[in-house]
């Protein structure tokens, strides 16, 4: 069982930039790959970025590659989101979601579906707004 905790979220105007956290508990942080995504009013979930249990490889979506960039720390069991530039569409409620690591030949499709995610945290309220 792993609890998950965001933090950081935001009004903001467009171009600037935001860093969200999330901490985990409850279980081992460093055997889950993480993953972080996002939800608009009206829109379905839709992926944003995710790390492996090691932090050797990320997965971004096309919409945010080059400007967010994710992170983890293991020793403080702590996932990170830097978003840079952001833009009115990057507006949201961002989710973390934790799976356990395994390596996939797929991993790349693996870790960026949503439904493969066990656990989820409550949610962070990003508003990019002039």
């Known amino acids: 069982q792993v609890q998950l905790v965001e933090s950081g979220g935001d009004l903001v105007q467009p171009g600037e930039s935001l860093r969200l956290s999330c901490v985990a508990s409850?279980?081992?942080?460093?055997?889950?790959?993480m993953g972080w995504f996002r939800q608009a009013p009206g829109k379905d979930r839709e992926f944003v970025a995710s790390?492996?249990?090691?932090?050797?490889?990320?997965y971004y979506a096309e919409s945010v590659k080059g400007r967010f960039t994710i992170s983890r720390d293991n020793a403080k069991n702590t996932l990170y989101l830097q978003m840079d530039s952001l833009k009115p569409d990057d507006a949201a409620v961002y989710y973390c979601?934790?799976?356990?690591?395994?390596?996939?030949?797929?991993?790349?499709?693996?870790?960026?579906?949503?439904?493969?995610?066990?656990?989820w945290g409550q949610g962070t309220q990003v508003t990019v707004s002039s």
């Open positions: 979601a934790a799976t356990p690591g395994v390596t996939y030949t797929n991993a790349n499709v693996y870790y960026t579906t949503a439904t493969n995610y066990k656990y």
């Open positions: 409850g279980s081992t942080f460093s055997s889950y790959t």
């Open positions: 790390i492996t249990w090691r932090g050797i490889s990320t």
